[in-house]
């Protein structure tokens, strides 16, 4: 795989956007801090009053599963016990991402792996991703349904990736400052090499409660696309279009020799005053990581203004984020330093510039 070639990857970024001086970010040694138990996925965090004291939440996932944390600040989190679900979704559930409402309802988001059984005997998956809400904490969830899912007959069974034949997931979510939209940043595997890579969705905030069917996705060009829903009696299944990718795979993810960006991790930075996403550099069917990069927008209605990738980190470990160290920082908003995580332990501090 060549070393970088930034520009040649990014057809989808305007030649005025790749001239402004991007702001940057660099990661400082410091004290670990890790988050309890394992963590395979982007771990949602929340703040909110527990009788009167402001507490931090956050959900780790790994094997499927998601569990609640919480404490005072992110180096003292106790593990709170698995969430639990009023009509668990099925299959393996890891939950990305957490929105919270001015009345205290929190909307999940998670990343559902289904087995691939159209591909006889075979024992990877389909990811997709669905939605859910909870009204205590997070300690339990009632399921919203799916809110995106690859096109039919989008896998492919020769594949010789490591763990998925097709679908989309291994994504982040973000409301927009206005709050007029959820965005979100999705990793897709389809069998089409000119439509995989990191992509983006959005469903409008006023569709919460109700999400199957209304998100629509990017195909470049300002165009968003909404789901096709066919209806047979009390019967109803949404067809969800390809999206176009903000940053496209260079390398097939079904073949051998991958270079693909995935698992964004997006939030806003207060210091910046732009919004800013992790990714991971996939080299391989088996995910090996090439490293991990950087990238900022000041408009996520605006998906082709996105920043070439610069690379923070060379190798690495899955899962990048950040969580801001101020009283309301999350991992969807920061400041100008930050902690920097990869699977849900933290070696370094980000600080970012402008």
């Not at 569709?207 to 968003?224: E, F, I, M, Q, T």
């Not at 690379?311 to 990048?320: H, I």
Request: glycine fraction near 8%; include cysteine.
């Amino acid at each position: 795989m060549a070393a970088i070639a930034i520009v040649s990857l990014f057809p989808d970024v305007s030649a005025q956007n790749q001239a402004q001086p991007a702001p940057r970010a660099r990661l400082i040694p410091a004290r670990t801090v890790s988050l309890p138990g394992s963590s395979d996925s982007n771990s949602p965090a929340v703040w909110t009053l527990v009788d009167g004291v402001p507490r931090l939440f956050m959900f780790t996932s790994v094997a499927g599963t998601a569990t609640r944390h919480s404490g005072v600040d992110i180096s003292r989190l106790t593990a709170l016990g698995q969430i639990d679900f009023d009509n668990h979704p099925g299959h393996g559930v890891w939950l990305e991402g957490v929105i919270p409402d001015v009345d205290g309802t929190w909307y999940g988001y998670y990343h559902q792996e289904r087995p691939a059984d159209v591909c006889a005997g075979d024992s990877r998956t389909i990811p997709r991703i669905g939605a859910a809400r909870s009204r205590d904490l997070g300690a339990t969830w009632e399921d919203l349904g799916v809110v995106l899912e690859a096109s039919p007959n989008s896998h492919d069974c020769s594949s010789s990736n490591a763990y998925f034949v097709g679908g989309v997931g291994d994504f982040s979510v973000i409301l927009d400052r206005d709050q007029q939209y959820l965005y979100f940043f999705f990793s897709q595997y389809v069998r089409r090499e000119v439509s995989q890579g990191v992509s983006v969705a959005r469903l409008a905030w006023a569709d919460r409660d109700a999400p199957a069917g209304k998100v629509s996705v990017w195909l470049r060009n300002r165009l968003w696309l909404p789901a096709r829903s066919v209806a047979a009696g009390d019967w109803v299944r949404h067809f969800y279009p390809t999206a176009g990718p903000i940053y496209r795979a260079e390398d097939d993810w079904h073949q051998g020799d991958v270079d693909a960006f995935w698992g964004p991790s997006v939030h806003w930075n207060t210091h910046l005053e732009r919004f800013v996403m992790l990714l991971n550099r996939a080299k391989d069917t088996s995910w090996t990581q090439e490293g991990i990069y950087v990238a900022y927008a000041a408009d996520l209605s605006e998906p082709a203004s996105w920043s070439p990738p610069a690379r923070l980190l060379s190798a690495g470990r899955w899962y990048p984020q950040v969580v801001g160290l101020e009283s309301d920082g999350t991992d969807r908003q920061a400041g100008a330093i930050a902690r920097f995580f990869m699977g849900g332990r933290s070696e370094y501090i980000i600080q970012f510039s402008k």
